[in-house]
């Protein structure tokens, strides 16, 4: 996908998937983690004596990806979507307290 900018030059925009969020902050983690997995699995078929030592170790990775694709499609509340609480109630006068 392209924009047209002020200057007349084309921008190119990332294209945007679930509900417009871009794929990085989920394939991140899933490329780091099949990286230190298949890294694992590796030195376990060198050396067996780790195979317990190893389980434990993936089940923290499977933790970690459960994690990070659950918070990548949480579904945000429309406050948090359209501006910053924060900055938000200060120009309205509220104060957090």
Do not use: Q
Not at 64 to 76: D, K, M, Y
Not at 79 to 93: F, P, Q, S, V, Y
């Amino acid at each position: 996908m392209t924009d047209h900018h002020p200057d007349g030059k084309l921008k190119r925009t990332a294209k945007k998937l679930f509900y417009g969020r871009s794929l990085g902050p989920l394939l991140g983690p899933w490329i780091a983690c099949i990286l230190i997995g298949t890294g694992i699995f590796i030195l376990e078929t060198k050396m067996p004596v780790f195979h317990e030592v190893v389980k434990i170790i993936y089940f923290i990775l499977l933790v970690i990806l459960v994690i990070a694709t659950g918070r990548w499609f949480r579904v945000r509340g429309t406050r948090r979507k359209n501006a910053d609480r924060r900055h938000a109630e200060r120009r309205h006068g509220k104060e957090d307290r």
